[in-house]
C-alpha cells in the first residue's frame, strides 16, 4: 500500500501535502481509494470557499458507496481539481499524484503540527 512519507495524514483517510507557500494540497489515500473501490462522481468545494478543520467539504461516490471528505484544516479553497469531474477514476489510479482533490491556503499553520505521520496513520489504518 503505497503511503508517501512526505505526506501528512488523518484519521479519516485524507492526505495533506505542505507545499511551502502557505497552501497544502488535500486528497484521500490508497487506503480509502481501496476500501471504496472505483469511483464515478467527485463533488469538490468551490474556490473562495471558506473551510473549517473537520468540516465535510467534499464527497466522493463509488459504485460501492459515498463518502464525504473532511477539510483536515481550516482554510480558503485556492483551486479545485476540475479534471476530476471528467475522470473520477484518477482519484484511484493516481490518489497522491493526478488524482488530488483540492488545495488550501491555510488560516492556521500551527494546525499542520496536529496531522499524522506516515507511520502513525499506517498503524491507525491497520495497513
Known amino acids: 500500500m503505497e503511503l508517501p512519507e512526505r505526506l501528512k495524514y488523518t484519521t479519516t483517510h485524507e492526505w495533506i ?23 464515478v462522481y467527485v463533488e469538490l468545494p468551490k474556490v473562495g470557499a471558506s473551510v473549517a478543520k473537520g468540516a465535510s467539504c467534499a464527497v466522493v461516490e463509488s459504485t460501492k458507496a459515498a463518502s464525504d471528505v473532511y477539510a483536515p484544516l481550516s482554510g480558503d479553497v485556492v483551486a479545485a481539481n476540475e479534471d476530476l469531474g471528467a475522470n473520477p ?24 503540527g496536529e496531522l499524522m505521520a506516515r507511520d502513525e496513520y499506517a498503524k491507525a489504518a491497520g495497513v
Open 89 to 112: 477514476g484518477e482519484v484511484n489510479a493516481s490518489p497522491y499524484e493526478k488524482g488530488w482533490l483540492f488545495k488550501l491556503k491555510l488560516k492556521n499553520r500551527a494546525e499542520l
Open 17 to 39: 501535502a505542505d507545499n511551502g507557500d502557505g497552501t497544502v494540497t488535500v486528497g484521500i489515500t490508497a487506503v480509502a481509494t481501496e476500501q471504496l473501490g472505483d469511483l
